[in-house]
T-cell receptor
Framework: GAVVSQHPSWVICKSGTSVKIECRSL??????MFWYRQFPKQSLMLMAT?????????EQGVEKDKFLINHASLTLSTLTVTSAHPEDSSFYIC????????????FGQGTRLTVV | AQSVTQLDSQVPVFEEAPVELRCNYS??????LFWYVQYPNQGLQLLLK??????LVKGINGFEAEFNKSQTSFHLRKPSVHISDTAEYFC???????????????FGAGTRLAVHP
């Protein structure tokens, strides 16, 4: 159980276009989802936390107009990279957790975004 | 604020040898501690976690870790590694919460374990 699926696994887009990444909890209801960014050979950097039905909370330095996060249902959150540029190329990972303070977050398999 | 230091960026080891990946944390409050493994181009998989109780925690794939409060460490160990253990390992800390609320994970920089035949 506790499977989190991201789609797509990899995507290539042209500079200036927008791309949407989906994060789904397949067998549980995710009240909270997290979006991370990971640069090559580096650790995960938390971008934002989203709670179902409310606005996402962004970490300092993350542009909320650039990285649009929607958590419209208990099983789906989306990250849209708007007007993508080559510097947005990265590995994006989501995680999701159930309600309850002591439950753990489960990670998706990640999405490799390349902007050309 | 919490922070995590993984002392080794890379650890090369021969197959069937023991390995220890070191992790130290800094926090003025109680914390929960985690080790995750990441295979190339994949997400993170939880190896083990310490929430409370016994300081020796056993996880999946034969890994274990020991919480040492006095040394603020949570080192990961495996007595005999396999080629398939080659991956990136992340130590993470999350501030404990008496109220049951969820605090975000803080990750270390990662340790690349390379197992050689």
């Amino acid at each position: 159980g506790a499977v989190v699926s991201q789609h797509p696994s990899w995507v290539i887009c042209k500079s200036g276009t927008s791309v949407k990444i989906e994060c789904r909890s397949l067998d549980f209801q995710a009240t909270t989802m997290f979006w991370y960014r990971q640069f090559p050979k580096q650790s995960l950097m938390l971008m934002a936390t989203s709670n179902e039905g409310s606005k996402a909370t962004y970490e300092q330095g993350v542009e909320k107009d650039k990285f649009l996060i929607n958590h419209a249902s208990l099983t789906l959150s989306t990250l849209t990279v708007t007007s993508a540029h080559p510097e947005d190329s990265s590995f994006y990972i989501c995680s999701a957790r159930m309600a309850g303070g002591y439950t753990e977050a489960f990670f998706g398999q990640g999405t490799r975004l390349t902007v050309v | 604020a919490q922070s995590v230091t993984q002392l080794d960026s890379q650890v090369p080891v021969f197959e069937e040898a023991p390995v220890e990946l070191r992790c130290n944390y800094s926090s003025s409050v109680s914390v929960y501690l985690f080790w995750y493994v990441q295979y190339p181009n994949q997400g993170l998989q939880l190896l083990l976690k310490y929430l409370s109780g016994s300081t020796l925690v056993k996880g999946i794939n034969g890994f274990e870790a020991e919480f040492n409060k006095s040394q603020t460490s949570f080192h990961l160990r495996k007595p005999s590694v396999h080629i398939s253990d080659t991956a990136e390992y992340f130590c993470a800390v999350r501030r404990g919460s008496l109220s049951g609320g969820y605090n975000k994970l803080i990750f270390g920089a990662g340790t690349r374990l390379a197992v050689h035949p």
